[in-house]
């Protein structure tokens, strides 16, 4: 594979980053995911906004113009030769000797990655659903920033999988925040019902995308806080993200929801997505 490092194109043998990279050893870092379909981008100025926002939020410069960044990602996808996958990029505040207290002249790390992914669109997993578990919502307070700290949605899926679930949803007082790596929706009487945006949750560009499509389409849309046994009761469910798209939910705790297979609202927004990203796609 061909990597970015801070404006190199690199074999990812020898792509290095300092053992002193605050990314490394704070977490001081902030990142994004665009899935590639068809050998093209999705969302791409969604989430280079949204990088902007992380890196200001952060008080930390930003590396690379937008124009430079959509050009790194395209020679990747190209040298790589990824028809369907990802790309990854990460932003860290550079390497200083230790001190928590942010460094006066940062240098900041920038690297790219792609990762193959055939048949991307075609998961299965859209034909099944996924079953959810449930979570306290243990992480900081800042969701809204994308930063590198993971740990605790790594945890998630972990305790998912022990329970032979696909995913956790977390929750915050009763009420549902989001998933391990995804935005959480149900559908009750036909409205879809999502976790209105703060620092509770990340603001995710797939979800904004999806919200602009249902009501395009004259769905109805709530943006509110739900509780964990209103999804419970709910018709269906559904997740987004950039690498999942739109992904139906049914089972939540080991209570299906409605027939226990993926929901009309679910499908019909995944396809919506689907389309109308590929048509935009850079
Ligand atoms: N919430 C969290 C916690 C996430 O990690 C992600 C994916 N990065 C999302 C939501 C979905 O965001 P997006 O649609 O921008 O991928």
Excluded: C
């Excluded at 020679?75 to 990854?88: K, M, P």
């Excluded at 034909?127 to 945890?155: A, C, F, H, N």
């Excluded at 509770?200 to 560009?205: A, T």
């Excluded at 939910?249 to 679910?266: C, H, R």
């Amino acid at each position: 594979r061909t990597v970015y490092v801070n404006g190199e194109y690199l074999p990812e043998e020898q792509a290095t980053v300092s053992i002193f990279d605050r990314g490394f050893l704070f977490a001081d870092g902030v990142y994004e995911v665009t899935s590639v379909i068809g050998g093209k981008l999705l969302d791409f100025d969604g989430h280079a906004a949204r990088l902007e926002r992380s890196l200001n939020e952060l008080e930390m410069p930003n590396p690379i113009s937008r124009d430079d960044l959509l050009a790194v990602h395209r020679e990747l996808v190209s040298a790589n030769g990824i028809e369907d996958g990802l790309v990854y990029l990460q932003i860290t505040r550079g390497a200083a000797d230790r001190d928590f207290a942010y460094p006066e002249d940062p240098t900041p790390t920038i690297v790219l990655f792609t990762q193959a992914k055939p048949g991307l669109a075609d998961n299965p997993k859209a034909q099944t659903g996924m079953k959810v578990i449930s979570i306290e919502d243990q992480r900081w307070g800042r969701r809204d920033i994308k930063t590198v700290q993971l740990l605790y949605p790594s945890m998630g899926k972990m305790m998912a999988k022990a329970a032979g679930a696909d995913d956790a949803w977390m929750t915050e007082e009763g009420h549902v925040t989001e998933g391990t790596s995804n935005n959480a929706y149900i559908v009750k009487d036909g409205t879809i019902i999502t976790r209105h945006l703060g620092t509770e949750i990340l603001h995710g560009i797939t979800r904004a995308a999806v919200l602009r499509f249902a009501k395009e389409a004259q769905m109805k849309v709530e943006e509110r806080a739900f509780t964990l046994d209103e999804a419970k009761e709910a018709d269906e469910a559904f997740i987004t993200s950039a690498s999942t798209f739109v992904m139906p939910v049914v089972e939540i705790d080991g209570t299906a929801l409605g027939d226990g297979t993926p929901g009309p609202v679910a499908r019909r927004l995944r396809e919506i997505y689907l389309d109308e990203s590929r048509k935009t796609a850079v």
